[in-house]
């Protein structure tokens, strides 16, 4: 699964990697790290505005959720989507034939269990630079409110080898899309087998990754700090390989 993630780069950078421009600049924040639980706002490109980068919540409310309780019990369990039955669960079958978005982040973090304990992972490109997550998109309208959420889901697939090391227990990952694949997730003319020759897993060889401190696993403590993605080692950890 994939609850925990980083986008620490400035706007400039973002902008220039993705070819697009912010929406809302000013409603931007960079963090080192961030839970899925606190339903941040993440930058994300849209199939339905692609030179634009917008801000929506994590965790998908499907537009047909009728009032603002269930809206707020589902979100709970849609920050991710299973690419295997993505196409077949109510909450996402409709996105993921024409709501597909680009989700921008520039590492993801995952633990590895060993002798009972859990151990932090940070992964992230060679080049330390952004990159896109495949994700689903939807629109609430609160009917009592009038108020438009915007929110998306970040699709998940089987880990890859060194995934596996990592991830040991549910062996999963977020689906990392190729850089000359991006555009073609948010193409609207994309048909279904189209859209699952895309949800693979990205090739380990192209991905680093070290150990971080526990700090991205205390809730009572602020984890956006430099420190959260910094290498730490642990002495009674071994190697992956």
């Known amino acids: 699964m994939c609850y925990n993630l980083s986008i620490n780069k400035n706007i400039g950078s973002i902008e ?22 606190s339903i941040p706002l993440i930058p994300v490109i849209l199939n339905k505005k692609p030179d634009s980068i917008q801000l929506f919540h994590w965790g998908l409310i499907p537009f047909w959720v009728k009032d603002k ?40 973090f995952e633990w590895r269990e060993h002798n009972g304990k859990k151990y932090p992972y940070y ?7 952004a990159f896109a997550l495949a994700g689903i998109w ?5 009917k009592k409110t009038n108020e438009n959420l915007n929110t998306f889901s970040i699709l998940t697939t089987g880990a890859n080898p060194l995934l596996e090391k990592i991830h040991n227990t549910k062996k999963r990952m977020p689906v990392i899309l190729k850089k000359e694949n991006e555009r073609k ?13 895309l949800m693979l ?16 696993s ?6 956006n700090v430099p420190g959260a993605i910094e290498e730490f080692h642990f002495k009674d950890l071994p190697g992956l390989s």
């Open 16 to 37: 220039k990697r993705f070819h697009a421009l912010f929406q809302n600049p000013d409603m931007f924040t960079p963090f080192y790290h961030i839970s899925a639980f």
């Open 69 to 108: 309780e269930f809206a707020e019990k589902i979100r709970f369990k849609t920050f991710n989507a299973r690419s295997e039955t993505v196409h077949e669960k109510p909450s996402f079958r409709t996105s993921i034939k024409n709501k597909r978005c680009l989700v921008i982040v520039d590492g993801f």
């Open 123 to 129: 992964i992230y490109m060679p080049d330390n630079t």
């Open 138 to 142: 939807d629109s609430w309208l609160n």
């Open 185 to 197: 997730w948010i193409d609207e003319s994309l048909n279904k087998d189209a859209i699952d020759t």
């Open 201 to 216: 897993p990205y090739d380990e060889d192209n991905l680093e990754t070290h150990t971080v401190s526990k700090l991205v």
């Open 218 to 223: 205390v809730r009572k403590e602020d984890s």
